[in-house]
Structures are given as structure tokens and as C-alpha cells.
């Protein structure tokens, strides 16, 4: 199957820093990749969508000027996190669609982004 | 949007044993229904997938069955093994919006 790649896997900041989270598409091309968020023991829950070449579209409730996404190419979309706080440690995963014919594409996931912020 | 509900949240079972976990979702338009297995700080991988256009869906001890008229959907999981123990989430999608379970935590007793 296609290939998702997040970096960094894990990440340790302090208060107040900004922390920048990658997902590339290995060996496909993707217009189209989201970011989530999950906690322990919980579901994703979709932050935002990320096109290529144009502006995210975030989900109700969060907030836009804090969590930045930038989607520059088509294998590639980051996630800024700004002016980290503890509330904002978390567990954070990346997908794109990889399309195999028909209307809907299948999701293939990176490995996630563990970030710790003190 | 879309609204995904999953049960139950938590499935024990004895190796050997099936095991079932149930969604439904809101918007009769959704077209495509993956599950996704999650083990322990690893990604969500794929297992099984149908679409809107087929009922049921088997690979080897692994079943989907779609009823579009309730809006439901199930995973089957047959001859349950310990490594199956994972969670499980359900999703709906049409187009590029794909919704989540809340996750079923599967533990399959040796």
C-alpha cells in the first residue's frame, strides 16, 4: 500500500515554543491530507484538512492561528504548532488519500507525532 | 456532517472465539466504510474496506457486511488470535470527508 512518513515521531518542547510536525506522501501524490488528534485511549478527531496550494480547513473549535498547516507540494503538509502549551501535548497523526479509482480514496496514515510540552 | 457511532467500546473475548463490533453512521450519502486497526502507539492501518455499492465483504478471517437501508455496518472477526488484540475504529467517508468511531478496544484472551 501507499506510504505516509511523519516526523518527528516524538517531541519534547517547553512552554511557549513553537513545534513543527511534517507528513510526506512517499510514493504517491496527495492533494488531499488531514491532521489529527488523538488522546489516550480515545478516537482521531479531525483538527483540520489540508489541500494543496490553497488554505486548510479546519474543523469547529480549533483554532487556526494555533495550529498552522501549510500544504506547499503535493507530498508534503506540515503542522505548526505555536506557542505550545501542556494542553496541547498530545498525540498527533497525519493521513492522505491515496486514489485508486472511484469517488472515495483510501486513507493511509503516518506514524505520529507524540509531543510532550512542559 | 457525518456521524459516526461505534459499540461497544470495549470487547473481550477467548482465543478462538468471534468477535463482532458495530457502527452506524447519519448521512445516507457516505460511500465508502473502512475499520482500522490501531495497536498500541502505532499508527491506524487499514484492515477491511467496502463500499456503498456491495453488502459484505470477506478476506480470510476478516468480514464487513453494509446495510444501507439502517445504516449500519460490522466488522466480523472469526477464530479470534491474542496478536487481533487491538483497537478497532470504524469510519464512514464520502469524498474526502471521512469520519471516525470512538474505537472498540478488542482484548482476545489466550
Known amino acids: 500500500g501507499a506510504v505516509v512518513s511523519q516526523h518527528p515521531s516524538r517531541v519534547i518542547c517547553k512552554s511557549g515554543t513553537s513545534v513543527k510536525i511534517e507528513c510526506r506522501s512517499l510514493d504517491f501524490q496527495a492533494t488531499t491530507m488531514f491532521w489529527y488528534r488523538q488522546f489516550p485511549k480515545k478516537s482521531l478527531m479531525l483538527m483540520a484538512t489540508s489541500n494543496e496550494g490553497s488554505k486548510a480547513t479546519y474543523e469547529q473549535g480549533v483554532e487556526k492561528d494555533k495550529f498552522l498547516i501549510n500544504h506547499a507540494s503535493l507530498t508534503l503538509s506540515t503542522l505548526t504548532v505555536t506557542s505550545a502549551h501542556p494542553e496541547d501535548s498530545s498525540f498527533y497523526i497525519c493521513s492522505a488519500m491515496a486514489w485508486g479509482g472511484g469517488n472515495t480514496g483510501e486513507l493511509f496514515f503516518g506514524e505520529g507525532s507524540r509531543l510532550t510540552v512542559l | 456532517g457525518e456521524n459516526v457511532e461505534q459499540h461497544p467500546s470495549t470487547l473481550s473475548v477467548q482465543e478462538g472465539d468471534s468477535a463482532v463490533i458495530k457502527c452506524t453512521y447519519s448521512?445516507?450519502?457516505?460511500?465508502?466504510f473502512p475499520w482500522y486497526k490501531q495497536e498500541l502507539g502505532k499508527r491506524p492501518q487499514l484492515i477491511i474496506d467496502i463500499r456503498s455499492n456491495v453488502g459484505e465483504k470477506k478476506d480470510q478471517r476478516i468480514a464487513v457486511t453494509l446495510n444501507k437501508t439502517a445504516k449500519h455496518f460490522s466488522l466480523h472477526i472469526t477464530e479470534t488470535q491474542p496478536e487481533d488484540s487491538a483497537v478497532y475504529f470504524c469510519?464512514?467517508?464520502?469524498?474526502?470527508?471521512?469520519?471516525f468511531g470512538a474505537g472498540t478496544r478488542l482484548t482476545v484472551k489466550p
Open positions: 448521512d445516507s450519502a457516505s460511500n465508502y
Open positions: 469510519a464512514a467517508s464520502l469524498n474526502n470527508d471521512m469520519r
